[in-house]
């Protein structure tokens, strides 16, 4: 999206009820408006309804577009509004690419962004609160329906199964559970501001490598259980308008053109109702649209100016299959019902944007909330953690702490308000490295307003040290740079980050590890330092929440939303190879801490883990079955000096062997506690998650059986045992 928008009325405002009564009767369900309309449709005005543009280069830009990623002009004559779709990984995607021959793009003149970037997508998991999602997504969403976008490309949930995955910041973790949660909230708040979510990127799009060819390679009960349920769920909570199909292939077919994906699993099983756009260039022939493609996205201006005639999948070449009758002419009209039926649903019509400024302090305050629900506490021996009010010196070491904190790069790139904190580098290719400008230093001084606080850059180790030598304290800051198209190498910290952190600790034994990364990293040194605090990408106000937990402002409720390994020999593929297929049967569906319970692994950090600065004890379990519904309830109690916020979750072991791995999460609730304050929790759970996927009985089949719940702190501290005595039944795919 260009940054400088042209303001104009983007929706000529029609009177629908001229057209139709039945068009602007708001009373009637989205699939009666979206029926009412077809029939005034023409072949070309449904065909008009099914490409959207490239909009995001100027020399392609189109009349009535904005700069977005996509674009679908309106049709006024029908009063049917344009779709501006704008990527919003984790914020109004505002990057600006080309301004056109011999220009310079905006942000390389120096510019200012215009939207607000929430903490990185896998840190809204870490907060493990649906509440918290919701709100980000109202917020981002607000933002861009006052910049005149109404379709966000948001809602990436590839499971982890791989940690190296460049895009593991842009998705939710390991568990299809506390995943589904997480994007259905942030879905529901999007679509709360009239703005269609996408869910993407359908599905097992779990790496970058070979992102455009490569074949993820599953059984199908394993896929069932592990990340087409987590797609599954988040659909069923947040009824996205759209699901966006992935580059890769699933078992040899492409994403876009997978029948058994789209038609058979999203379509059928799921009686999807939305529309099914595909990744930008994921197309792969006019047959998609039998398989259960409804829309191609971001085609090229210049293969051909009228979206009619291009020459793209579904320009001409659907319209000659149609005239053949390869593809019936119900099949455009399905695909066309599809996309009204959502933007009726999501308030297209009904509320188009208005363009007018951003709130953006309140929109600020809304991603340091999230932030500061999502900071992990991973290690805080002798209680280094929060600083002393009354300490003296404190060293800052490295990774620009002085001025900003990290994000990540790709199409969920937020250029800041303000401009970056310090100039931006290139990626290698057109993503760029960027530092949000919220300065932990200056949050912190305004905490410890009587403390000396200096700033070492940590390009010189000896240096860093001899200044953390003369500190109460060592805050080394230590970043992990990933972006799409690009996966890790492997787990370090790059550029020597870990001997800089053993300099500092050899000197200091007070030094804490303050962390700023895409996902999990190895930490050779953690037996050196006395604290670590899991910040992830932490967004506009990043700095600000940082220094909250550092000083004590904020007691840390993050918990992991992905299992931190010891090294790479611990994951099912010790390296991510050049190959066109990956086998994602070494661990079918036991992804992350399932695998590692499964191979009794000892990981570095748990799924599920971190700390407070206070205790909670859990006590009272009761397990009720009713037939297939189970619910677990007990008490939750802070029993430390602080307030807080913890994340008791339940766990449920299938009987004998026959889950994939000993336990799978069941249910969790964020609770926040004053001191010596007790809570009863109940938590009821999803049948399917007592079940496995009968494959040839096309079924969820639950064994009869007793079934062993625990719930815990983590997945690896387990506090509480009941079981749940099962009957045998089934619940339909
Ligand atoms: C990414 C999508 C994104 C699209 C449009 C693709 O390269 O994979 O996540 O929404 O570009 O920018």
New binding site residues.
Partial sequence: MKLTIARTALFTALSLASLSPALADQTASPDQRAATMLKRMSLEDMHHMVQSYNDMMALQQQPGGIGA?GYVPALPKLGIPAQQQN?AGIGVHNYPIDQGPGKQPAHVRGEAGNTTPLPSTLAIAATWNPQIAYEGGRMIAGEAHRQGINVL?AG?MNLTREPRDGRTFEYLGEDPLLAARIDGGEIRGIQSQHVISTI??YALNDQETNRLTVSSNIDERAMRESDLFAFELAIEDGHPGSV?CG?NKVNGVWDCSNKHLLNDILKGDWKYPGWVMT??GADHGVMDAMAGTDQVS?IDAGSGFSLGQSSSTFGAPLLQAIGKGEIPRGRLEDMVHRILRSMYAVGLFDHPPVIKPLDVEADALVAQRAAEQAIVLLKNEQDQLPLKSDIKTVAIIGSHADVGVLSGGG?AEVWPIGGPAIPAVKGPDWQWKVYDPSSPMKALQKLLPNAKITYDDGTDPAKAAALAKSSDVALVFATQWTC?GVDQPNLSLSDKQDDLIDTVAAANTHTVVVLENGGPVKMPWLSKVNAVVEAWYPGARGGEAIAGVLAGKVNPSGRLPVTFPQDEQQLPRPQITNAQEVDYNIEGAAVGYKWFDKKNLQPLFPFGFGLSYSRFDYSDLHVNTQGKRVTVSFKVSNVGDHAGMDTPQVYVSLPGDSGEAPRRLAGFEKVSLQPGQSRTVSVTIDPRLLATFDVSGHQWKIGAGSYPIQVGHSSRDLALKGEAAVVASTVAP
């Fill in positions: 990623a990527d490309l990436g993407k990127h966006m580059y990744d930008w971001g199409s799409e």
